[in-house]
């Protein structure tokens, strides 16, 4: 029997490209003899991208071969400094990723006309849902034939939003808030509340956890 810690036909580059797509921290962590493939690595994906749609990527940050980023003129995508977006994770502008943000595997992140401004340092969690449009709802009109409104989302600066969290159009919330898993954001939230519930609610202040 072979130990697969020697076997030269495991491919371990290839595995280790997986690792991190689904765990972009690990990106951070890397040893120099890692860095030395995955940097040339992520400069051929990020390069290809802003030559193919209308994306701004800040330095030494990482996005996963498997996420799709859709920027039409006009619809732009700006990320910050070391900011990552995971595997399988669907963005469509116009959205303003600021420094140091985290979007983990699966989440879907739609624009609108308005934009989602999402601000420095804030962690989302894998599987967030967050949608800056509506459609009409008038009686006499199927929902797919009406008119869309889009007021915009914004979100602060250290706010951690947890895993499945759905976020409705025209949503600002504060920086330093935390919005607990699955809860479905409907209102405003204020700066450093802790939330959660479907509609979230506010549950306590961040800064009574010193």
Not at 14 to 21: C, F, M
Request: aromatic share 8%; charged share 20%; with cysteine.
């Amino acid at each position: 029997m072979s130990d697969h810690r020697t076997d030269s036909t495991l491919d371990y580059t290839n595995q280790h490209k997986q690792r991190l797509s689904w765990m972009p921290w690990l990106y951070y962590r890397l040893k120099p003899r890692h860095l030395s493939w995955a940097k040339p690595w992520q400069e051929q994906i990020q390069t290809q991208l802003c030559q193919m749609e209308t994306v701004q990527i800040g330095k030494e940050c990482f996005i996963a071969p498997q996420a799709q980023l859709f920027a039409e003129p006009g619809r732009d995508i700006t990320i910050g400094d070391q900011s990552f977006i995971a595997a399988e994770s669907f963005i469509h502008g116009p959205i303003t990723i600021g420094n140091e943000v985290a979007i983990n595997h699966r989440c879907s992140l739609d624009g609108g006309t308005a934009g989602i401004d999402i601000g420095n340092r804030t962690r989302i969690a894998n599987s967030v849902q967050i949608f800056a449009f509506n459609h009409g709802m008038h009686p006499d009109q199927s929902i797919y034939q009406q008119n869309t409104s889009s007021k915009g989302v914004k979100i602060g600066e250290d706010v951690w939003i947890g895993a499945g969290v759905g976020i409705v159009d025209g949503v600002t919330i504060g920086s330093h808030a935390v919005v607990g898993m699955h809860s479905v954001v409907t209102r405003n939230i204020p700066s450093w509340a802790i939330v959660a519930g479907n509609p979230a609610k506010i549950i306590g202040d961040r800064r009574d956890k010193s």
